[in-house]
């Protein structure tokens, strides 16, 4: 039986984090926020909660809140920041981790997962892939944009925690798996075919359907890098299911182009950075991979956006 008295300590408050927190509330589990300093703390005790909007209907969530340097134990966290501000949040909460703690990582790419696993030896790291859909409307205030799948595992332990029985009573649709690193890889490689042509084509997902000839191309190299990376799993029908999601999401943009759109940092060095990273340590030659990222880079750039 799961402990009714383990909190879950959500650091992350925007969309998939906020979702979590208000669905997990909701379904009756003690859940507190962490966030970065008293400004923020007093923002949100003046918003009063986390507000979810679900089909039309906004119903505030007054959750407990703290700021990072609170003494109090952690003894489940998900960790549900950016993937370039993962290992400074995790560095920061290390003191305060219990031996038995274990850690949801809901980062996009790869990369972020190990450098966290590092500053934590003593934590269960689980890393979690998601495809819900849900955005920000303001601070403190997320909408549910599209029911979607979680798959959570753990490569160094297969067995799964007893508290996913908390997510099904929070109706966050879930799987355990067994190869999760393949799941991410996966999806790794399905941002790397789309995300960075849609922010250079300044286009909605669908608009690719105009360019075939450069994603069959990328899809083959990055099936090869796949294979190359002990992914072969990962590699099946991956140009099909481009296809398919650039199909399905024809009308959306992509979160790398709301990011430069927005003028915000991209997560370009966890996804199509981490994917020539690793090709250049495999010696794998994919020049059309790397001429994408080249021609991204320069264009984060040129908007004085980060390239990391």
């Not at 689980?126 to 997320?142: K, P, Q, Y």
Request: proline share 5%; net charge neutral; aromatic share 4%.
């Amino acid at each position: 039986m799961s402990d009714p008295r383990t909190t879950w300590h959500i650091l992350g408050a925007g969309s998939l984090g906020g979702l979590w927190a208000a669905r997990l509330a909701r379904a009756g589990a003690p859940v507190r926020l962490i966030l970065r300093d008293r400004g923020r703390l007093a923002a949100y005790r003046q918003a009063g909660g986390v507000t979810l909007v679900e089909r039309g209907q906004a119903r505030l969530y007054p959750l407990d809140a703290e700021t990072t340097d609170d003494p109090a134990p952690i003894r489940r966290l998900l960790l549900a920041c950016k993937a370039y501000d993962a290992e400074g949040a995790i560095a920061a909460l290390a003191p305060r981790l219990t031996g038995d703690a274990e850690v949801v990582l809901l980062q996009n790419g790869l990369g972020s997962q190990e450098a966290v696993a590092a500053r934590v030896p003593q934590a269960r790291c689980i890393l979690a892939s998601s495809t819900e859909g849900a955005f920000r409307e303001g601070a403190w205030r997320v909408v549910f944009a599209g029911h979607g799948h979680t798959w959570l595992g753990d490569p160094l332990d297969l067995a799964p925690p007893h508290w996913l029985a908390e997510l099904e009573q929070a109706g966050i649709v879930h799987d355990w798996s067994l190869d999760i690193l393949g799941r991410l890889w996966r999806k790794l490689a399905l941002n790397c075919a789309i995300n960075p042509l849609t922010v250079l084509y300044d286009c909605r997902n669908g608009a690719l359907q105009q360019h075939p000839a450069e994603l069959a191309t990328l899809c083959d190299e990055l099936g090869e890098l796949l294979h190359t990376c002990g992914q072969a799993a990962a590699a099946e029908g991956l140009h099909e299911e481009v296809q398919r999601v650039i199909r399905a999401t024809a009308a959306n943009y992509s979160s790398m182009h709301q990011d430069v759109a927005q003028g915000r940092r991209t997560e370009i060095g966890y996804l199509i950075g981490h994917a020539c990273a690793a090709a250049e340590r495999h010696r794998l030659v994919l020049p059309h991979l790397a001429a994408l990222h080249q021609r991204l880079l320069k264009h984060l750039n040129q908007r004085g956006l980060p390239s990391h």
